[in-house]
């Protein structure tokens, strides 16, 4: 983390299930969570991603669980969220931030290369709500989802993400609703670029990093830390009426267009 924003504390008593949790930036969520008091169970498909991460956390005296399991697999996502349970006791935080990404024109894609994408990031996302449903309704709990911009405008190569994406964002204002009376609050993140991660390395050529750069208004690239920042705000109760809500944190580049290509 950049700045001790926060009170240290902010998330004490609370355990976190965080999806992507290895690498990126739901890695650095479930770093940011566990230095602000938080339990952290981290899960993705690649259990050495997970070992390192682990290892990190635990370095700076955190506690931190480490489960293998693909969330389009909805038993394997039971069984990941019923060993957190056995071994922390409880859930109150769900981070849903496994997400695969590629860039492909629309004409060159296969049906099964979109479908792919839609699997791992919307029908994971709420495999993962779904099966952690009677464990957050116990504990009040809440869900934060990771989306994207692509869909507010169209983005070329991005047709499968943006599909997906899409998808996130109903179900996080779907369940916002449908969830709400049980004391579930539900709301999303919306990275722009965001540097040093697995996406920006997928998305951004060398070649077009510099006119993506001139494209944000608040002209430099996202941090890690600045989605830390933002979820350590939505999942406290800083945030305890915000509901429904997927927070844009991009330095404003959506809103000058997203087409590089
Ligand atoms: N361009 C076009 N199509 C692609 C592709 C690419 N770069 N990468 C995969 N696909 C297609 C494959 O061709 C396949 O379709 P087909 O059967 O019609 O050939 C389909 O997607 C599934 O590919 P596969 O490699 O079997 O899927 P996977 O489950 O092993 O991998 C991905 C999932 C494709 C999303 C992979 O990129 C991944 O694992 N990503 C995880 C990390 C990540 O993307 N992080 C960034 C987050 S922003």
């Known amino acids: 983390m950049g700045n001790a924003v926060f009170a240290k504390d902010i998330l004490a008593g609370k355990v976190a299930f965080v ?9 650095g969520i479930a770093r940011a969570f566990a230095e602000h008091g938080a339990k952290v169970a981290i899960t993705s498909r690649k259990m050495e991603n997970l070992v390192a991460m682990k290892e990190q956390i635990e370095s700076k005296g955190g506690e931190c669980f480490a489960v293998s399991s ?21 859930i109150d935080i769900v981070v849903n931030g496994a997400a695969g990404n590629f ?12 479908g792919v994408v839609v699997d791992i990031d919307t029908k994971g996302t709420f495999n993962v709500c779904r099966a952690a449903f009677e464990e957050l309704r116990k504990n009040q709990g809440q869900i934060l989802n990771i989306s994207a911009t692509l869909h507010y405008l169209a983005t070329p190569m991005q047709i499968h993400v943006s599909a997906a994406k899409a998808g996130v964002d109903a179900i996080t204002r779907n369940l916002s609703v ?3 009376r049980y004391g579930i609050r539900v709301n999303g993140i919306a990275p722009g670029p965001i540097e040093d991660t697995e996406g920006m390395k997928r998305l951004v050529p060398e070649e077009v990093k510099e006119k993506l750069l001139s494209r944000i208004p608040i002209q430099r690239f996202g941090r890690i830390s600045d989605i830390e920042n933002a979820a350590l ?10 509901n429904g ?3 844009v944190v991009d330095g404003g580049h959506w809103l000058t267009g997203t087409s590089l290509f």
């Open 19 to 27: 999806t992507g949790g290895g690498t990126g930036i739901t890695g």
């Open 70 to 90: 693909d969330v389009r697999d909805y038993a394997a996502v039971e069984a990941a969220i019923a060993a957190t349970v056995e071994h922390f006791g409880k």
């Open 103 to 114: 860039l492909c024109r629309a004409e060159e894609l296969s049906a099964n290369g979109f």
């Open 178 to 180: 449908e969830w709400g």
């Open 233 to 242: 705000f939505l999942c406290s109760d800083a945030a305890s009426y915000i």
């Open 245 to 247: 809500v997927t927070l």
